[in-house]
């Protein structure tokens, strides 16, 4: 499976939107890209996923980039329980989703 | 409650009981997932069975048995383990597919003594 690098922790105000952004350089041309979120103490919850163009659904947006190398996960408008570790994730032909470590969001009241 | 429902919660043993991890889903999926979470490292894919069948085993000791008699329903049978096998367990279902997406459980909190 492809790797993907996020940065480990970020910060943002509250009611203010966040870009979380992922890097997969060596994404293949049939790698979905998937996000997840885990809250303390839960397991992970799906966010949202894609494979060229940009999705919108009632919980973000994912941005993609042109040649699929990047990704950016948009919260329109961050609440304090979107607090989480979130997980951008490639997902090949094979039937497994590897999580890597995540960026930490911290929510500033 | 996301559709996919773990037992017991949580889950005290020692290194010589006998005890397993129930998963059940009603969502129709037709692959389930076992994973580990340890402090502070990532989640880690243990077995993965698409309709009743093992697909995967992730070199995960023999200390961990997996069952799955049905699309429904996924057990992790345990024996003999280690303090350090002390973690979060998750089940996850799917519809299979690399767009469909997983659904997690809760997770059964272990701690081995």
């Known amino acids: 499976d492809a790797k993907t690098t996020q940065p480990n922790s970020m910060e943002s105000n509250e009611e203010e939107p966040v870009h979380l952004p992922c890097n997969h350089s060596?994404?293949?041309?049939?790698?979905?890209i998937h996000w997840y979120r885990q809250l303390p103490s839960q397991g992970p919850e799906y966010v949202i996923h894609g494979l060229t163009s940009n999705v919108n659904n009632r919980m973000a947006s994912l941005a993609i980039a042109e040649d699929r190398k990047s990704s950016t996960l948009i919260l329109h408008r961050a609440t304090l329980r979107d607090a989480a570790v979130y997980y951008c994730i490639l997902r090949g032909r094979g039937d497994k989703i590897i999580f890597g470590k995540g960026t930490r969001l911290h929510i500033l009241p | 409650e996301t559709g996919v429902t773990q037992t017991p919660r949580h889950l005290v043993m020692g290194m010589t009981n006998k005890k397993s991890l129930k998963c059940e889903q009603h969502l129709g999926h037709n692959a389930m997932y076992w994973y580990k979470q340890s402090a502070k490292k990532p989640l880690e894919l243990m077995f993965v069975y698409n309709f009743k069948e093992q697909t995967e085993n992730n070199s995960v000791p023999s200390r961990f048995s997996p069952e799955c008699p049905n699309s429904s329903h996924l057990f992790l049978h345990l024996h003999t383990l280690q303090p350090e096998d002390s973690a979060l367990y998750l089940c996850a279902s799917s519809q299979g597919g690399q767009g469909a997406g997983y659904t997690f459980g809760s997770g059964t909190r272990l701690t081995v003594v």
């Open positions: 060596t994404i293949s041309g049939t790698d979905y």
